[in-house]
């Protein structure tokens, strides 16, 4: 069993900025990667960054140069670092690991943006 949890989302103004944490414990083998999805009330969940073997990093169109995802001290923590916030980035971020054997989700950490 594999357990992920978010942490770090809340209100914060247009322009402002907040740093989401996700850490995964418990049967952790060997991750291929950990991404970041969001997600609006009624809305599709939207792939946003991710970080593969060797740092490798990708990030949604609309987020690059404001987001910026990275591993923490174990491999199984990623932080991602998000600046400039717009409401547009408003939703719920779910954070994924992916790894042998398995592909795990947490619940989820809530961020909403004011104009």
């Known amino acids: 069993q594999v357990h992920v949890v978010e942490s770090g989302g809340g209100l914060v103004q247009s322009g402002g900025s907040l740093r989401l944490s996700c850490a995964a414990s418990?049967?952790?083998?060997?991750?291929?990667?950990m991404a970041w999805y969001r997600q609006v009330p009624g809305g599709q969940r939207e792939w946003v960054a991710s970080?593969?073997?060797?740092?490798?990093?990708t990030y949604t169109e609309s987020v690059k140069g404001r987001f910026t995802l990275s591993r923490g001290s174990a491999k199984s923590i990623t932080f991602l670092q998000m600046n400039g916030l717009k409401t547009e980035d408003t939703g719920t971020y779910f954070c994924?690991?992916?790894?042998?054997?398995?592909?795990?989700w947490g619940q989820g950490t809530q961020v909403i943006v004011s104009s």
């Open positions: 418990g049967d952790i083998t060997s991750i291929y990667l």
């Open positions: 994924e690991l992916l790894q042998r054997g398995g592909d795990y």
């Open positions: 970080i593969a073997d060797g740092d490798y990093t």
